[in-house]
């Protein structure tokens, strides 16, 4: 019997009410930049220097969380952002947390909403956008039109930094889908938190964002590996570059 499907918005929102880094709460949560994203953005300096990572440039940080992300971009290079969550316990975490070095405010804000539907940007105005282990959360028309606002927003040359759940040769994953089946292929139920969650594959992936970004780099994590009771499922991060 399929469990019940709940909205992920009070989930999110007793987690961040819960505390920082599990206290409290199911999942490991943290103030700190990701460490994913850290690796990211020395790629971008690598390619291109400061060109996207500067005071001049706009991030958009889909599900945003505690702001913790973009608020390493702002402090790091000055960048202004904007960023979305569905839980308001996250996004006041994040206003609060958004101050510099002198208690001046960040140029960041913040918006409670869920990422679906229209985004309200300007077409090619976010020089980075960013979603991170969000878009899962969606449905497949849902999430296709995620893509095509990501890329209407994203300037020519610009990046996506994209990171959700892999399906290749994660046992765990397959044993979910078959064991908690949602309404739609390659979606589960989880049997925790009771919240829909789509696992992609990596042909998926490069098909969806095909018609708009060049990929440059692939990562996939192999924590799925472990033997251990407490190994972490398979994710994979994607750098993508708008094509003109």
Same mark, same amino acid.
């Given at each position: 019997?399929?469990?019940?499907?709940?909205?992920?918005?009070?989930?999110?929102?007793?987690?961040?009410?819960?505390?920082?880094?599990?206290?409290?709460?199911?999942?490991? *949560?943290?103030?700190?930049? /990701?460490?994913? +994203?850290?690796?990211?953005? @020395?790629?971008?300096?690598? #390619?291109?220097?400061?060109?996207?990572?500067?005071?001049?440039?706009?991030?958009?940080?889909?599900?945003?969380?505690?702001?913790?992300?973009?608020?390493?971009?702002?402090?790091?290079?000055?960048?202004?952002?904007?960023?979305?969550?569905?839980?308001?316990?996250?996004?006041?975490?994040?206003?609060?947390?958004?101050?510099?070095?002198?208690?001046?405010?960040?140029?960041?804000?913040?918006?409670?909403?869920?990422?679906?539907?229209?985004?309200?940007?300007?077409?090619?105005?976010?020089?980075?956008? *960013?979603?991170?282990?969000? /878009?899962?959360? +969606?449905?497949?028309?849902? @999430?296709?039109?995620?893509? #095509?606002?990501?890329?209407?927003?994203?300037?020519?040359?610009?990046?996506?930094?994209?990171?959700?759940?892999?399906?290749?040769?994660?046992?765990?994953?397959?044993?979910?889908?078959?064991?908690?089946?949602?309404?739609?292929?390659?979606?589960?139920?989880?049997?925790?938190?009771?919240?829909?969650?789509?696992?992609?594959?990596?042909?998926?992936?490069?098909?969806?964002?095909?018609?708009?970004?060049?990929?440059?780099?692939?990562?996939?994590?192999?924590?799925?590996?472990?033997?251990?009771?407490?190994?972490?499922?398979?994710?994979?991060?994607?750098?993508?570059?708008?094509?003109?």
């Amino acid at each position: 019997m399929k469990k019940k499907q709940r909205s992920s918005q009070g989930f999110w929102d007793k987690e961040y009410t819960g505390g920082i880094k599990g206290k409290g709460g199911y999942l490991a *949560l943290s103030d700190e930049p /990701s460490e994913d +994203l850290q690796k990211f953005v @020395r790629f971008l300096e690598r #390619e291109s220097g400061r060109e996207f990572l500067n005071p001049l440039r706009s991030v958009v940080d889909l599900g945003c969380g505690n702001g913790r992300n973009i608020i390493y971009l702002s402090k790091e290079f000055g960048m202004k952002g904007a960023g979305f969550d569905i839980a308001q316990s996250a996004i006041a975490q994040a206003k609060k947390a958004s101050v510099g070095v002198d208690g001046s405010p960040l140029p960041l804000s913040y918006t409670v909403r869920s990422i679906a539907g229209d985004l309200p940007f300007e077409d090619e105005s976010q020089a980075i956008v *960013l979603d991170m282990m969000v /878009s899962h959360f +969606l449905n497949n028309v849902e @999430r296709i039109k995620l893509v #095509e606002e990501i890329a209407r927003i994203t300037q020519p040359g610009g990046w996506l930094f994209f990171k959700t759940f892999l399906l290749d040769e994660d046992k765990h994953a397959k044993r979910l889908l078959e064991e908690h089946p949602a309404d739609e292929a390659g979606t589960y139920i989880h049997p925790s938190i009771h919240v829909a969650e789509h696992v992609f594959r990596e042909e998926e992936i490069e098909a969806l964002f095909a018609p708009y970004f060049k990929i440059h780099k692939i990562h996939k994590s192999h924590g799925h590996l472990k033997k251990s009771k407490g190994a972490k499922r398979r994710s994979i991060s994607i750098y993508g570059e708008r094509l003109y």
